[in-house]
């Protein structure tokens, strides 16, 4: 038959479990890139078939029909008829159904069984619906659908090995030429779906009971909201507060690097490039590893559990008020943790002034690149002290700088839907997927794919700038007496850029910081590291912490305004590409430029002037 | 069907269970109404309205239907006219006595 490995996909209605599928097919063997020419993750990995051949497993977005109506929905119809660029059409198709919502799950199942590709039907998460009271029949809808179908629970792995056979079955034993079924629409399909779930229920019992419990607390009208403010608040304080000892751990291990080079290695050009460059910048961006993985896990666990979907309908009011729907509230949320995968996430957004809108506010969430920045500025400058139960001043600042990001992004977008994309509000349907207990495996996964992006970007981009950062302010070494960093060629450029920015507090180091975060904001604190490691006059100096140097050289009005600097300026070269890719064009990358940095300058200036006359 | 007994899927009480009539498809902006249509929110369709979100307008709102639960807007509730289902035409997913 096919020449070279299987291609098979994974199709199905979102909330499926076709994600949890798809990790325990192919475990963590997978690559993530993009359909070429659209924004759509292309997750693919290898699965082995009954006969030990290997297969390549598609993961397609989840979609309710082949008829879209978002760009996610639009890649499935297309890599399903085999019409996508690039993709070769899939030899069998995995309709994945969530036994729990047959009835819904089957209209969609039926239109892909309808195109007489070879198919094969996962009755997924039998499991939950055994738990909810659900007994049901895999024969009967076998008969009715006429193709396989397979009882699967993804997380304990059951059924996958007859997954793996009755592929290569449907795909050897396909007839070349197969009778397509007669047309049918959606509604007669909807209506055969019922009395297929009907026939496949062999018996019912209790409906949902936990599911009920927990949405009629948390989506109650005075406790939803308070207990979604309270779990954010926990997730900031945890960013700060669990984190310490792992950050401090990899910050010894960067410190006993560093010295053991300085022991080890012949004084010279060398060695100072190493420990003032690669390990001094580097390393003061790897020790926010600890940070951003905290941040990923309460994502991750929100997105797993279900209540991700809980939190967009209680925003959902609120986000109205400034012209967007709930649906905007997630792709926000994931840019808290980085916003290049929550402005891919606005393609769920069916309504373009909505996605754009939501576009150009997302990098003023508070992305993890900032953490960094905030975390050594807050450490150096705000007592760690208690200013309530359980509530430290230094992540009460925290908290107030993720606050300022919000409220300005929600400015911004008022303003926006009120100008340059202007129109219609849009309306606000989702489906609220069924509570689930998250995964250990596939958090864990999704843990790890973040983790090796970040630690990825440390080694490459922030390795590659502070290396030249390095290079730039050794060079043209200082004559005695001079300072090295007024000598170099680095300090020169930030002498013309100081000019600029001193009417809003910055000294001539950070105005330094700023050139080389636009390539990721967290390099502000390696360039700053390095900054200092390198006009360190002794050994001693250079090996002091970043904060203490911070400290001394820095008041305290200088050091607010850096922050909210940080909070608006769009300094992140990666953003503002994926911005251009997702806009199709330089003109909305390029207006977000603008009116970030505007904003980021105003900020910094009014916190400037507002703290030195407050006399701080 | 009684004119006098129809009326929108807004201001239905929670809890009870209603019968899709109609829906003013003309109501809806068209990436809208095909979501709702692959909802299998159309006409015959079984709801029940579950919650009513926060703040004024209690918007948006929650609606069950089948096994599942959507979030939908109150001007999209204001244009799906429902009638009350009644105890014995109940489908079966929200009838547990009536499954075979």
């Known amino acids: 038959m096919t020449k070279g490995p299987l291609t098979v996909a994974l199709v199905g209605n979102p909330n499926a479990g076709k994600s949890a599928l798809f990790n325990a097919l192919t475990g963590a063997r997978q690559k993530i890139a993009n359909y070429p020419g659209v924004t759509v993750e292309r997750k693919a990995g290898r699965m082995l078939l ?172 005075w406790a939803g909201p308070p207990i979604l403010f309270a779990l954010l608040f926990v997730v900031f304080q945890a960013v700060f507060a669990w984190a310490t000892p792992f950050a401090d751990a990899l910050d010894a291990g960067v410190g006993a690097l560093s010295e053991a080079a300085v022991t080890y290695l012949p004084a ?113 400058f705000i007592p760690a002290t208690k200013v309530g139960p359980g509530i430290g001043l230094q992540g009460l600042i925290l908290f107030a700088l993720y606050v300022a990001g919000i409220v300005g992004a ?78 170099s060629f680095a300090g020169k450029i930030a002498n013309g850029l100081a000019v600029v920015v001193e009417p809003i507090g910055f000294n001539r180091d950070m105005a330094l910081a700023l050139i080389p975060a636009m390539a990721a904001r967290e390099v502000a604190v390696s360039s700053l590291a390095t900054t200092y490691a390198v006009a360190a006059e002794d050994e001693d100096e250079a090996a002091e912490a970043l904060g203490v140097q911070l400290a001394r050289d820095w008041t305290l009005p200088m050091a607010l305004s850096f922050l909210a600097w940080f909070v608006f300026a769009p300094q992140c070269l990666s953003t503002i590409a994926v911005a251009r890719r997702e806009t199709n064009g330089w003109k909305w990358p390029a207006f977000m430029l603008a009116y970030l940095f505007g904003l980021a300058y105003l900020a910094a200036g009014a916190t400037f002037w507002i703290a030195t006359a407050a006399g701080l | 069907m009684e004119q006098d007994s129809v009326s929108n899927l807004a201001d239905q009480p929670l809890g009870t269970a209603v019968r899709v009539v109609s829906v003013d498809w003309d109501r809806l902006e068209s990436g809208e109404a095909r979501r709702l249509h692959a909802l299998g929110i159309d006409r015959g369709a079984v709801l029940k309205l579950a919650h009513r979100g926060i703040f004024a307008g209690r918007d948006p709102l929650a ?38």
């Not at chain 1, 592929?167 to 007669?188: K, R, T």
């Not at chain 1, 905290?294 to 939190?311: C, D, K």
């Open chain 1, 268 to 380: 010279g050009l060398l060695r100072d490039a190493l420990t003032e460059g690669v390990l001094a910048g580097v390393g003061s961006v790897v020790v926010f590893l600890p940070q951003i993985v905290i941040l990923f896990f309460f994502i991750l666990v929100m997105e797993a559990t279900g209540y991700m979907a809980r939190a967009a309908f209680l925003m959902d009011r609120l986000m109205a008020g400034v012209g967007l729907s709930g649906r905007s509230f997630i792709p926000l949320l994931s840019s808290f943790a980085c916003a290049i995968p929550g402005i891919m996430a606005t393609r769920s957004i069916s309504d373009p002034k909505d996605r754009l809108t939501t576009i150009l506010i997302a990098p003023m969430m508070t992305c993890s690149a900032r953490l960094p920045v905030y975390a050594v500025i807050i450490a150096a």
């Open chain 1, 50 to 221: 009954a006969n030990g051949a290997p297969a390549e497993l598609l993961d397609l977005p989840g979609s309710y029909s082949l008829d879209p109506t978002s760009p996610d929905e639009a890649v499935t119809r297309d890599v399903v008829l085999g019409h996508q660029e690039g993709q070769r059409q899939p030899d069998a198709l995995i309709v994945v159904l969530d036994a729990n919502n047959l009835e819904q799950h089957l209209v969609f199942a039926q239109e892909i069984i309808a195109l007489g590709r070879p198919t094969v039907v996962a009755l997924n998460m039998i499991d939950l619906a055994a738990r909810d009271g659900l007994v049901l029949d895999a024969k009967a809808l076998e008969e009715a659908l006429g193709v396989p179908v397979i009882e699967t629970v993804a997380v304990r792995r059951r059924g996958l090995p007859d997954i793996a056979a009755a592929i290569g079955n449907v795909v050897e034993h396909h007839p070349d030429h197969a009778p397509l079924p007669a047309h049918v629409d959606m509604v007669e399909r909807r209506v055969s779906a019922r009395a297929m779930a009907k026939g496949a229920i062999i018996s019912e019992t209790s409906h949902r009971r936990l599911h009920r419990g927990l949405d009629k607390l948390l989506l109650h009208p």
């Open chain 2, 63 to 100: 609606v069950e239907i089948g096994r599942m639960t959507v979030a939908l807007r109150r001007e999209h509730a204001l244009a799906i006219a429902v009638e009350d289902a009644g105890e014995e035409t109940v489908h079966p997913a929200q009838d547990f006595g009536s499954a075979k």
């Open chain 1, 410 to 487: 929600m400015v911004v977008a008022l303003v926006l839907r009120r100008s340059v994309a202007k129109g219609q509000a849009s309306g606000f349907i989702m489906e609220l997927p069924r509570y689930q207990w998250p995964r250990a495996k596939d958090i864990a996964i999704g843990l790890w794919q973040r983790a090796w992006i970040f630690l990825r970007r440390a080694g490459t981009i922030i390795f590659t700038v502070t290396v030249v950062l390095w290079l730039l302010l050794s060079f043209p070494q200082a004559r005695p007496g001079e300072s090295q960093v007024d000598a």
